[in-house]
C-alpha cells in the first residue's frame, strides 16, 4: 500500500543491503562446485567483485516485467499476489504495485544493466517459451559445456 516512489525506492535499498548477505553467502560456499545465483546484486557491487564471465544479466521489456510479473511460479511472488488479492480493493492495491515496479524497472535501470558491460540475455514480449534457450545460451557463457 505504500506509493510506488518509496517502494522503488525500498527494493533498491533492500537489494543493496542483502548483497552483503549474499556476498558473504558465496564466500562460504566450496569452491570446487560450480554455483548459478539469481540475485539483485547492484551492478557496481557486482564490478568490484566478478567478472564478464560470472554474471549474466537478464533483461526483459518493462511492459513483459511488469504485466507478467505473477505470471511465474515463484512462492514469493504469489506470496505478494494472494496479499493482493486478500486487500479490500485488489484492483486498485495492483494497479499501485504495478506502478512501482515499472519505476524498478524503468528504462533508465533497464539501461544501466544493459550497458553494465556484463553478458546480458534480452528476451523478447513475443509469447514463446525461451527456457531452454536461455538456459543453453547462460550454461555457453558460464563455460558449463565442455
Known amino acids: 500500500m505504500r506509493s510506488p516512489e518509496e517502494y522503488a525506492r525500498w527494493v533498491h535499498s533492500v537489494a543493496r543491503e542483502a548483497a552483503e548477505f549474499e556476498v558473504a553467502e558465496l564466500i562460504s560456499m566450496p569452491k570446487d562446485k560450480k554455483i548459478i545465483v539469481d540475485t539483485n546484486i547492484p551492478i557496481d557491487v557486482l564490478k568490484e567483485i566478478s567478472d564478464y564471465h560470472r554474471v ?5 521489456p518493462q511492459s513483459m516485467s511488469v504485466e ?5 511460479n515463484d512462492p ?3 506470496f ?7 486487500c479490500e480493493h485488489p484492483e ?3 494497479e499501485n504495485y504495478r506502478r ?4 524498478i524497472d524503468s528504462p533508465k535501470n533497464y539501461d544501466e544493466l544493459a550497458n553494465s558491460g556484463f553478458f546480458t540475455i534480452l ?16 550454461a555457453r557463457h558460464f563455460g558449463l559445456y565442455g
Do not use: H, P, W, Y
Open 92 to 94: 486498485i492495491v495492483m
Open 100 to 103: 512501482g515496479l515499472a519505476l
Open 56 to 60: 549474466a544479466v537478464m533483461l526483459s
Open 123 to 138: 528476451r523478447e514480449d513475443d509469447g514463446k517459451d525461451t527456457k531452454e534457450e536461455v538456459c543453453e545460451k547462460i
Open 76 to 78: 514469493e511472488k504469489q
Open 80 to 86: 505478494i499476489l494472494n496479499l493482493i488479492e486478500d
Open 68 to 72: 507478467r510479473f505473477f505470471q511465474r
